[in-house]
Every structure is written in C-alpha cells, then in structure tokens.
C-alpha cells in the first residue's frame, strides 16, 4: 500500500519561475512531513520539514503548505534556481513510530 | 561535522553470491537506518537501531538479510543469498533521535548479475 505518492515522476521549470511539487498521503496518523533533495550519486538531503498542526512553513526559498483536509501536501520554490534541479522527496512520519514513509520521487528540471 | 560513512560506493555480484555493506553514522546519533531504494522508487525501510537495539525490522527479508550494530556505532548489512531483484542502492541514515531529521549517506549501489 503507497501510503504517501508524488504523482508527477519529472516537472521542469524556468529558471526564475516557481516550482510547485505535490505530494498526497493516505495516513491520518503522520505527525509530520519532511521534503528531501536528492542529487545524482549522492544521498538524499534534508530540506524543510512541517508538523501536522501548521499549515506552512517558510525557509528562504522554500515554502511547503499543508492541507490536512485533502491529505496533501505541496513544497513551493521560488525563485527556482538551475542548482535546484534534482529529485525531490516526500516522506512523511508515523505518529509512535521512528521511521519514515517516502514517496516515489519527482524529479525537478530547472531550465536556464 | 562529518556526515555518514559508507563503503562500498559500488557492488556487483552474481546471484546466490553474498554481500555486505558498511555504515558510519554522524557521531552521537543514536538511531541508525538502512533503507532499500530500488530505481524509480523512494527509499523502503529496512532496518533500524536505537543505539545496539533493533526497533523496526519488519520489512527486512530475514531469510536472507541481516543487519548488526553491535557496539551502537557502526552497523552493517549483509544479504546472503542474493537475488536478481535485490539490486537497488542501499543507503544508511542516522538522527540523534528516533523522530529528528535523518541524514543519509551516499549509498551503495548493488548491481545482481
């Protein structure tokens, strides 16, 4: 069962435009969700993250919003840079539990 | 601070061989992952550690894979005998606790002839 998915496996962008990746969960019961950057070869960085009880939160370039109503999540860039291009994760947290539940990934092209 | 060690970066092997991979956490994180990432998909736990204590291994296939952390700072995993779908990278994280953000290592890819 794909308790959390991204939808769009690629998205490409306009350098200076914003980027919008959206991530739907199926799981009322995660307490918080994270976005993860993933350049080639390398592990996955983590990003920002926000609690089930907010419904942004804001970190220089990146936004991510919450909308618990519709299970889903969304993170915003802006302005999106050629250095964000990667692939970006959800994954989201378990309440009593430690680990995390990822999604399949989209794959983010920025465009000069 | 140094992030998370691991070693190998690459594996080939040929089926029904075995392997194993090692990881370094961030020093002084007490919970340490080994997630499975096959291509095309997000990273699948497999294992995890609080200090020298397995917390979560439920999605481990324990008739061929196994994962130690004897002394509660590097762990490593072992998949005997492997199998054609159990290539994928396999990536180690840690966080200072169970719920922080976790840190990730660059991987090991593990390619199965």
């Known amino acids: 069962d794909q308790q959390v998915k991204q939808n769009s496996p690629s998205l490409s962008v306009q350098e200076g435009r914003i980027s919008i990746l959206n991530c739907d969960y199926t799981?009322?019961?995660?307490?918080?969700f994270l976005w993860y950057k993933k350049y080639p070869a390398e592990g996955p960085t983590f990003l920002i993250s926000i609690s089930s009880i907010k419904d942004k939160n804001e970190d220089g370039r990146f936004t991510v919003f919450l909308n618990k109503s519709a299970k889903h999540l969304s993170l915003h860039i802006v302005p999106s840079q050629p250095g964000d291009s990667a692939v970006y994760f959800c994954?989201?947290?378990?309440?009593?539990?430690?680990?995390?539940?990822f999604g399949q990934g989209t794959r983010l092209t920025i465009n000069p | 601070e140094a992030g998370v060690a691991q070693s190998p970066r690459y594996k080939i092997i040929e089926k029904r061989q075995s392997v194993a991979f090692w990881c370094n956490p961030i020093?002084?994180?007490?919970?340490l992952y080994w997630y499975q990432q096959i291509l095309g998909q997000g990273p699948k736990l497999l294992i995890q550690?609080?200090?020298?204590?397995?917390?979560?291994d439920s999605q481990l296939p324990k008739d061929r894979f196994s994962a130690e952390r004897l002394k509660g700072v590097d762990s490593t995993l072992k998949i005997q005998p492997a199998k054609l779908e159990d290539s994928a990278v396999y990536l180690c994280?840690?966080?200072?606790?169970?719920?922080?953000?976790?840190?990730f290592g660059d991987g090991t890819r593990l390619s199965i002839l």
């Open positions: 550690f609080q200090n020298n204590g397995v917390v979560d």
């Open positions: 799981n009322s019961m995660f307490d918080y």
């Open positions: 020093s002084g994180h007490a919970t």
């Open positions: 994280a840690s966080s200072l606790t169970g719920g922080g953000p976790q840190h």
């Open positions: 994954a989201a947290h378990p309440q009593g539990a430690q680990k995390l539940v």
